[in-house]
Structure formats: structure tokens, C-alpha cells
């Protein structure tokens, strides 16, 4: 197990952009795929990005897709989610998670997870 510790969350303005950190300890940081999901209330967790283990590849949902870039830096333990052009609907909890098997973008894939950030997108 992994363990994970997101930062950087907070109110911003439509428009506005607000970097995610997530610090991982525990076992071997490059041996896990990382991903961000958000969860706004009374909705189910959804899938906002991924990243290989590498970092050479990365797939985001079609909502972020050219607004939100995942990164990761396997020397500092920490997976990034840069978040610009940012919209009200972008208002959530997100989370960092670890994945051990096959990258994937399925929330059941993914092990371990971080308690979360809050982000308010404000109109």
C-alpha cells in the first residue's frame, strides 16, 4: 500500500487555474500508475485523469480534456494535476489514487487513495 496526501485545493474564480499536489510515501512511488477522480455532491466518483507509471502517458476525461494536464515526478513522490480554464461545474472533492495492475480509468482499480481536496469553482 500506498499512502497519499493531496494539497492545493481552494475557491477560485471561473476562469482561474489551481494546481493539485499529491504526496505519496510507503512502497516504490514509480512501481504505481496515478490518477485523479472528484466526486461533487450527491454524485458518484468520476475519473478526471491518468497517468502512467513512466509518466510517458497520460489520458484525461473528455470534461478536462485541453484544460487539465497530469504530471509526476517519481524522484519527489508526487503526482500533479494543473487545473486552468476551470468551470463551476468543475466544483468537487478531488482525490489522488494509486494503481498497481493494468492502468486503467476505473475507480475498482485503484488501491489506495488520498482523503481528499476540496475545490470551489465560483461563477
Known amino acids: 500500500q500506498v499512502q497519499l496526501v493531496e494539497s492545493g485545493g481552494g475557491l477560485v474564480q471561473a476562469g482561474g487555474s489551481l494546481r493539485l499536489s499529491c504526496a505519496a510515501s510507503?512502497?516504490?512511488?514509480?512501481?504505481?500508475?496515478m490518477g485523479w477522480f472528484r466526486q461533487a455532491p450527491g454524485k458518484e466518483r468520476e475519473f478526471v485523469a491518468v497517468?502512467?507509471?513512466?509518466?510517458?502517458?497520460?489520458f484525461y476525461a473528455d470534461s478536462v480534456k485541453g484544460r487539465f494536464t497530469i504530471s509526476r515526478d517519481n524522484a519527489q513522490n508526487t503526482v500533479y494535476l494543473q487545473m486552468n480554464s476551470l468551470k463551476p461545474e468543475g466544483t468537487a472533492v478531488y482525490y489522488c489514487?494509486?494503481?498497481?495492475?493494468?492502468?486503467?480509468?476505473?475507480?475498482?482499480?485503484?488501491?489506495?487513495w488520498g482523503q481528499g481536496t476540496q475545490v470551489t469553482v465560483s461563477s
Open positions: 489514487a494509486a494503481g498497481a495492475s493494468v492502468l486503467s480509468t476505473s475507480v475498482r482499480r485503484f488501491g489506495s
Open positions: 510507503g512502497r516504490t512511488f514509480s512501481s504505481y500508475y
Open positions: 497517468i502512467s507509471r513512466s509518466g510517458d502517458s497520460s
